[in-house]
């Protein structure tokens, strides 16, 4: 789930002048936008080192999530990443209560001014996963509408700059699209499944949610030229999110449109597979690369179009975060935080809020 509008391929009149396609429109005017569009495309705005960038995903004593990573514990705490200035970070020890943390980067690593010379450093949808003793952050590089996109990788040993070995490194471009590609490189989730093989998931409107190798030693593509797989496709689709289970791996996505506050449409689709490069099917037996995807979550009252799942396990437990727009915060978007059940068919199923609490205003 993403904080900012993407086209699918043009098409109609679009394709005959060479256009790219409609981006997300934003319903009403300025006036009447949702706050929280207001204030991302703000931030959008800024440059990395900018003094209005210094408060990161804490703004008028909230947190603010959008696109949040999957979540990860180092030295006794919880991390997670989110869409923001240099990539924000929360920390949390409990899953409850969560604060702000430290920007990924202060400066736009090097290759970014290369590929997107208008990027400022606003990086959207990081992912994050520890192997072989070194985290490694997955973010996305791109332009509000277009397809020309970059999944970038930092690696750290500790999540924590405070701690030694928290310094993020820049490892460069993991995958990238173009114009003239038919997927959009954003939006990354990596797995590490049962057998030590790294996976990455990533993919936002155009043909689709795609899958390469990755070399658990790097982070980065196993083989420049491997495997592209298909997973999913619908007209609005992006933000996967991998799992296993049970001997069986479930993709997690997201159809609708994000970024409207209150009026976003965003739902979570799932479906599964023996095999990690497919096909995913849905309880109904419907293939996703066709169209397929099971609800998982929806709007329930004041939590509004969810997006961008992850899931955490630890020990025997285990969650399902993500981020919605909270009907009673004038559409902000708001980290969300539930138990993570199966039922008797192998099929997952949120539970209680965790975060926000029950009893949270």
Not at 105 to 132: C, M, N, T, Y
Not at 144 to 160: E, F, H, K, V
Not at 273 to 278: L, N, Q, V
Not at 295 to 312: C, D, K, Q, S
Request: aromatic share 10%; with cysteine.
């Amino acid at each position: 789930m993403t904080s900012r509008p993407h086209s699918p391929p043009p098409r109609g009149r679009a394709a005959a002048a060479g256009r790219a396609g409609p981006s997300r429109p934003v319903p009403g005017s300025a006036a009447t936008r949702p706050l929280h569009l207001l204030t991302w495309l703000s931030l959008a705005a800024l440059t990395i080192g900018s003094p209005a960038a210094e408060s990161g995903l804490v703004r008028g004593g909230r947190l603010w999530v959008h696109d949040p990573s999957s979540i990860v514990r180092g030295a006794g705490e919880y991390w997670l990443f989110s869409t923001g200035m240099g990539v924000g970070s929360a920390r949390s020890r409990d899953l409850v209560r969560w604060a702000g943390g430290p920007r990924v980067f202060e400066a736009k690593p090097s290759w970014v001014a290369g590929f997107l010379p208008e990027q400022r450093g606003h990086f959207w949808a990081p992912d994050v996963i520890r192997v072989r003793g070194r985290y490694l952050l997955y973010y996305s590089v791109s332009a509000w509408g277009r397809n020309t996109s970059a999944i970038g990788l930092g690696a750290a040993s500790a999540p924590d700059p405070g701690q030694a070995g928290g310094h993020w490194t820049d490892e460069g471009i993991v995958v990238a699209s173009a114009r003239t590609n038919d997927f959009n490189a954003i939006d990354p989730c990596a797995l590490l499944d049962g057998t030590g093989r790294l996976w990455l998931a990533f993919g936002s409107f155009w043909s689709g949610i795609k899958l390469v190798e990755l070399d658990p030693g790097t982070g980065k593509r196993l083989s420049p030229d491997g495997p592209l797989h298909s997973l999913a496709s619908h007209p609005e689709i992006e933000a996967p999110c991998l799992a296993e289970h049970g001997g069986q791996y479930y993709l997690f996505v997201n159809w609708g449109r994000c970024c409207r506050g209150i009026h976003s449409t965003y739902s979570i689709r799932v479906g599964r597979s023996r095999k990690i490069a497919g096909p995913y099917l849905d309880r109904k037996g419907n293939d996703m690369r066709r169209g397929g995807g099971s609800r998982f979550l929806e709007t329930e009252g004041r939590f509004i179009g969810p997006g961008h799942a992850a899931v955490l396990r630890d020990g025997p437990h285990a969650w399902i975060s993500f981020h919605f727009y909270d009907g009673e915060r004038r559409g902000a978007a708001t980290l969300g935080v539930r138990t993570l059940t199966w039922d008797a068919e192998g099929w997952p199923r949120a539970g209680a809020w965790v975060t926000p609490p029950p009893s949270a205003p």
